[in-house]
């Protein structure tokens, strides 16, 4: 990665980065400084990691220990929040209550943190206690763009999804993101406009067409209610405009010994990542919880190559892309149900190469955007081979779990979307993962990494309703896989 390219995404996120409200870790050099900002990073982390008992005791002893510091407003908000994960309904009401003030406060002197706590107040007063589902980690819906209800009926629809115990709603950042996407076919036109899907993002960005600003009505509906909102991003899709030329990528064929145009888009050019990285920090600014990178949904990385990325694997490794062809060649003639021979060091170098810089530049998105936003998830999908078969996740898919793990990455095992009874056959595989310490620099949180598993919504829910997710989803939560996403295979608005 040349010097060149993480100057200019550097000072691209640092002029992207002025969040309201939101603090930066910095390392400022006054120990007492420092001392409050790493309590509030152990507080924020272990909520948003869904130690909610351990949060509660961490906030609270940092609003003992600074009682005047400009975070306090937030921590009564997040110490509410919770509060009511736990089931504590009389302790979130007097978070609550301390944010809004005396009763009878006129309207106009409320702050936007009153207005929330008085909204939560009237809530809790209705119900109680949350869900059971909600308090030992997420019980989330997958919606797609075309499940979206109607913008009038956004509050309502939200509501009935706390009602049944839904805590987070993963959403579609734009079409082509979508989870129930059939795969581009191979040499398939980039956006086909007579294909009939719409293109361009669901929330406002200065770098791409807008289809709709979805998110600026569905996050804060959704926040209103204590449910997380997620955005599901397809980043080798992403709704950019004013593409350079080549852009994308070109899919090899070793039978033919030809390429082919290809949908992807090249995240190793260094002309690309600026404006991917511009359309991320859009997609921040939206007030959303964290994002879910999108895995490729085919089994193409070892084809996938451009001028681009040849050049680069040549001035590092000093050998010539032909070699690179012949290893593809080569590949081509073992069995369908052969794995790749290790001796074949040409080909081995390439795609742990790519996928190492891939990476790369995925941590470096992540680390600007976790400094604009402290508590925002980033959550990469990955295939099951990436936990049975990482040989396999490696060439067919780019996928390095424990690298990605190492870096502080969420992971959603994804792929073909997994039945119910996968989750407890794949815990095996997870057990123990998100308790490996995630070495950060000093000032920024220290984030483990949290395992999710997307699953088929039950066929008598197939339609769409959800009605006892929550509770299949207690039932099927393990210690290392907390966070379960159910996906309706209903086409249509989800009631």
Not at 57 to 81: C, I, M, N
Request: proline share 7%; hydrophobic share 40%.
């Amino acid at each position: 990665m040349s010097p060149l390219f993480l100057t200019v995404v550097t000072l691209l996120f640092a002029a992207c980065t002025v969040m309201p409200s939101v603090p930066v870790a910095q390392s400022i050099g006054d120990p007492g400084i420092e001392a409050e900002t790493r309590l509030w990073y152990q507080a924020s982390t272990a909520f948003s990691d869904g130690h909610y008992s351990a949060a509660i005791h961490l906030y609270e002893r940092y609003l003992t220990t600074y009682p005047k510091s400009r975070r306090a407003t937030e921590a009564h908000w997040d110490l509410g929040q919770a509060y009511e994960q736990m089931g504590e309904v009389t302790s979130a009401v007097k978070e609550y209550r301390t944010l809004a003030g005396p009763e009878g406060a006129p309207p106009a002197t409320l702050s936007s943190y009153a207005e929330r706590a008085l909204h939560r107040i009237e809530a809790l007063r209705n119900q109680p206690a949350l869900p059971a589902g909600a308090r030992s980690g997420h019980t989330a819906l997958y919606v797609s763009f075309n499940n979206l209800p109607p913008l009038s009926q956004v509050e309502s629809w939200a509501r009935h999804l706390n009602e049944q115990g839904i805590s987070a709603i993963l959403l579609d950042a734009s079409p082509e993101s979508s989870f129930t996407r059939t795969p581009a076919p191979v040499g398939g036109a980039a956006a086909d406009p007579s294909s009939g899907i719409p293109t361009g993002a669901l929330f406002a960005s200065s770098r791409g067409p807008v289809l709709a600003d979805w998110y600026s009505v569905i996050v804060p509906q959704a926040h209103e209610l204590g449910i997380s909102v997620y955005a599901v991003l397809d980043m080798f899709h992403a709704p950019l405009s004013d593409l350079p030329p080549n852009s994308r990528m070109l899919l090899y064929d070793p039978t033919r010994r030809r390429v082919h145009s290809w949908t992807q888009l090249d995240l190793l050019s260094q002309a690309v990542q600026p404006l991917v990285a511009q359309l991320l920090m859009d997609l921040a600014r939206s007030g959303i919880d964290g994002m879910v990178f999108r895995a490729r949904a085919e089994n193409s990385f070892a084809y996938e190559v451009s001028d681009n990325v040849l050049r680069q694997f040549e001035t590092q490794f000093h050998q010539p892309s032909s070699e690179v062809a012949q290893a593809l060649r080569d590949r081509t003639l073992l069995r369908p149900d052969a794995t790749t021979p290790v001796s074949n060091k040409t080909l081995w170098r390439w795609v742990g190469w790519k996928a190492r810089h891939e990476l790369e530049i995925l941590a470096l998105f992540k680390k600007h955007l976790q400094k604009a936003v402290p508590r925002l998830r980033l959550v990469l999908e990955v295939h099951p081979e990436a936990l049975s078969n990482p040989t396999s996740a490696l060439v067919n898919y780019g996928e390095d779990a424990a690298e990605a793990r190492r870096r502080g990455f969420d992971l959603l095992l994804g792929g073909p979307s997994r039945e119910t009874s996968d989750v407890r056959s794949f815990a095996g595989s997870f057990k123990g993962w998100s308790r490996d310490v995630v070495q950060s620099a000093k000032g920024e949180p220290q984030t483990l990494p949290q395992g999710w598993v997307l699953l088929h919504t039950p066929d008598e829910y197939g339609a769409g309703m959800f009605t006892g997710l929550a509770q299949q989803a207690d039932e099927l939560r393990t210690p290392d896989i907390r966070h379960l996403v159910f996906v309706p295979d209903s086409q249509g608005a989800i009631p």
